[in-house]
């Protein structure tokens, strides 16, 4: 490992492999089912980056084979119509995922709207009987972007067993069922957010560091403990000085790259395996059928 400058966790290109295998498994699969397999998107709104995530979603999906059969609902939608379509879909043969592209418009509920999704179509997995799976270590549907972490910690050889690993950020996305799948790696996880006292001092303490609230710059390089694999699950988008939009996210990357020894680029490090595990999720499910 070189101690002075980070080695990159490239998830874009693990994506891109994933992918191929993805469509090989279709490929052998399809005759045999008669369909390709489909995933759902449910966009209600018109966020622009809800609307550029569904795009590379569907584009992803077109690229491996996967028909995508989603819907998208105006901001004046109801709870009723939209779960109207939910239930259509759970009993829709040609659905093997179904995803509610959040965040979704006041006043929807989208936990409630969740809860109306099939956990066994459930390819964000973020159903409580998808989480309680996770909670118990019972097979299911994982929540994708802590799922990519942990594929791409996986091909990077970077075994959490015995380490200690923090992960910064508590949400119910990422945080919770990250700390959860670090836990079942035989890591030992503390959970920290922004609001724990002295931050650093509990960053610090990680071989294994997830940071996942949004802040940009909130982790820097006294923060990091040399050689640790440092993974940067935000993804915000700024302006500089000159006007000019970049995409950042919570770690400091010009400091801590000569004290880390892994280190996610952003974007391209864990944004590509996030939709690569929705992906993975909907062909799993697919193949289940046969």
Do not use: W
């Amino acid at each position: 490992m070189n101690a002075k400058t980070a080695s990159i966790l490239d998830g874009k290109a693990l994506a891109n492999q994933i992918q191929t295998e993805l469509k090989s498994r279709i490929l052998g699969l399809q005759d045999r089912m008669g369909r390709p397999p489909g995933l759902a998107v449910i966009r209600v709104g018109d966020d622009p980056a809800s609307a550029v995530y569904v795009r590379n979603k569907e584009r992803s999906c077109d690229q491996v084979g996967i028909a995508s059969l989603g819907r998208h609902f105006p901001a004046t939608a109801s709870f009723e119509e939209i779960a109207a379509e939910i239930q259509k879909l759970n009993t829709d043969d040609r659905v093997d995922g179904i995803l509610l592209q959040l965040p979704l418009p006041d006043p929807l509920d989208a936990v409630s709207l969740l809860l109306q999704i099939d956990p066994n179509k459930d390819a964000d997995g973020l159903h409580p009987t998808n989480m309680g799976r996770l909670m118990r270590g019972e097979p299911g549907f994982r929540s994708c972007t802590p799922a990519g972490v942990m594929r791409l910690l996986q091909a990077y050889d970077i075994d959490p067993r015995g380490k200690q690993a923090v992960v910064v950020g508590r949400s119910i996305l990422v945080g919770k069922p990250m700390a959860l799948m670090l836990l079942e790696a035989d890591a030992t996880v503390t959970i920290a957010h922004s609001r724990s006292p002295d931050l650093g001092s509990i960053t610090r303490t990680a071989d294994i560091l997830v940071s996942a609230v949004g802040r940009p710059g909130l982790i820097s390089a006294e923060m990091v403990k040399p050689g640790a694999a440092v993974v940067d699950v935000a993804i915000v988008r700024t302006e500089d000085a000159e006007g000019k939009a970049r995409l950042v996210g919570d770690i400091d990357a010009e400091s801590v790259r000569p004290v880390a020894g892994y280190l996610t680029p952003v974007p391209g490090g864990v944004g590509p395996m996030t939709v690569a595990m929705l992906l993975h999720n909907t062909v799993s499910r697919y193949e289940s059928l046969t």
